[in-house]
């Protein structure tokens, strides 16, 4: 049975301080809007929308909206806000759906299974793609794409292609595109950042080092320019009194 999504019309400003009063209230601000409709602002049960979100098809679930005073629409959310600090629903976009046209959704991708390169060969496996782009009816949203990745070896690549294909999605990513990989475990290499830093570091210490020796080696030549002139003022024969 389809989730029903019970919604309140917002009356007066939508302003900020409209919408805080509304969270305040126990409820999210909300906007449902669609073809063939005015953009609707409600308010709806943070409850119901955080299981949709948490549930198998996730965002990707159809639900009825039903909103005082009009007919009950199939919707899905298509967008959501949360508060940064304590991770609370704060807004909410609606939007509703026609079962009879085609949709584009993300879809995650669910690896199945171990690769042999990862018990073998001590890989490690890479998920490049963790959603697809699909193109389909509503009822045919899966709920996720389920892959087994067992047979991947050592630098095995799984790429779009290599997804369960049917007539009833459209992928909309490049068939070429890689959704998983299997890699060696390898040592990071140093960013630009770090080997700047590092020779920074060196010249720093090299200078350091340097400045002992200039000190020493300018220690003698001081001392014999300082003798120089007393040198000449010993050498030098007394004038002649006129």
């Known amino acids: 049975m389809s989730e029903v999504v019970v919604a309140k019309p917002r ?32 308010e709806v049960d943070p409850k119901q929308i ?37 991770d609370l629903l704060i807004h909410i976009d609606l939007k509703r759906i026609a079962l009879d046209k085609t949709l584009r959704v993300s879809v995650r991708v669910k690896l199945l299974g171990i690769p042999l390169g ?6 490690i496996l890479d998920q490049v793609l963790r959603e697809v782009e699909v193109e389909c009816l509503p009822a045919d949203i899966p709920a996720n794409i389920a892959v087994d990745v067992s047979h991947l070896e050592m630098y095995g690549v799984l790429r779009v292609s290599g997804l369960p294909h049917s007539d009833a999605i459209k992928y909309l990513n490049s068939e070429d595109a890689t959704v998983a990989h299997v890699v060696s475990i390898r040592e990071e290499a140093p960013t630009a950042a770090e080997v700047e830093a590092a020779a920074t570091a060196a010249a720093a210490a090299a200078a350091t080092t340097a400045e002992p020796e200039v000190a020493k080696k300018g220690k003698p030549e001081d001392a014999a320019a300082a003798k120089k002139p007393e040198a000449a003022a010993a050498g030098k024969k007394p004038e002649a009194k006129k």
């Open 50 to 86: 955080s299981r949709i979100l948490f549930s198998e098809t996730g965002h990707n679930t159809i639900f009825d909206v039903e909103v005082a005073g009009q007919s009950a629409a199939k919707a899905m959310i298509v967008d959501w806000q949360r508060e940064p600090l304590n």
């Open 118 to 123: 990862v018990k073998n060969s001590g890989g």
């Open 11 to 42: 009356e007066g400003k939508f302003n900020k301080n409209a919408a805080r009063r509304v969270r305040v209230a126990g409820k999210i601000p909300a906007v449902l809007y669609g073809p063939g409709h005015d953009p609707v602002a409600i």
